[in-house]
């Protein structure tokens, strides 16, 4: 069974641009979770995208955005980039909403913003 | 505000032995809790949890402790491998409330050949 895949692995982006990463999450699972990590926050939890609805929601401005399609494959988007946002970017799938256990992780996105 | 941190930063160990990886939380209201591996290059990956109504839980060759006393949590790695190389770090939450997750820091752990 093929694990979480996360496109692109890197992207360098310049203040004000825009970004949509992209997360296909492992087959049969249906909830779809957003992280940011670096080394001055660690992980962070973002938001998360049950049968293509928001479930949850982390502490980040609105610039921060994402959506699930209906084949469970999530997008992320953040707009008006900021230096601060270079961070490698973490999408993770389970079964279901909350389904912590069953969670399995993306080799993630490195963002770099310039 | 509320976090989670991890006392040791680095932590080296000679392989065979075993390994302690230590992590305070400061919400007590949180009542669940997962030690996640993370490989250079890889997202994390789940290793063990524990629900705040359990002191001890164990795995293969991991023991999670939960001391709510004193907010604090411990991963214990039995008969450590370098493949146990990895930066380890701690998550504090309520089940069913993913926005009120916390992720610690991270320890990275070394295993002497």
């Known amino acids: 069974k093929a694990g979480v895949t996360q496109t692109p692995r890197y992207l360098i982006k310049t203040r004000g641009q825009q970004v949509t990463l992209s997360c296909s999450p492992i087959?049969?699972?249906?909830?779809v979770s957003w992280y940011q990590q670096t080394p001055g926050q660690g992980l962070q939890f973002l938001f998360e995208y049950f049968s293509e609805t928001q479930r949850n929601k982390g502490n980040f401005p609105g610039r921060f955005s994402g959506r699930q399609f209906s084949n469970s494959r999530s997008e992320m988007n953040v707009s008006t980039l900021e230096l601060g946002d270079s961070a490698l970017y973490l999408c993770?799938?389970?079964?279901?909403?909350?389904?912590?256990?069953?969670?399995?992780f993306g080799p993630g996105t490195r963002l770099l913003v310039l | 505000g509320e976090s989670v941190g991890l006392h040791l930063p680095t932590l080296s160990v000679q392989e065979g032995d075993n390994s302690i990886i230590n992590c305070a939380y400061s919400?007590?209201?949180?009542?669940?809790f997962i030690w996640y591996k993370q490989e250079s290059g890889k997202g994390p990956q789940f290793i063990i949890d524990i629900r705040s109504n359990m002191d001890k839980r164990q795995g293969q060759r991991v023991t999670v402790l939960l001391n709510k006393t004193v907010k604090h949590l411990s991963l214990q790695i039995a008969a450590t491998q370098p493949g146990d190389s990895a930066v380890y770090f701690c998550?504090?939450?309520?089940?069913?409330?993913?926005?009120?997750?916390?992720f610690g820091p991270g320890t990275s752990l070394s295993v002497i050949p």
């Open positions: 087959s049969g699972h249906r909830s």
């Open positions: 993770a799938s389970s079964l279901g909403s909350g389904s912590w256990e069953t969670q399995y």
């Open positions: 919400n007590s209201a949180s009542d669940y």
């Open positions: 998550a504090e939450m309520s089940k069913t409330s993913y926005d009120k997750v916390i």
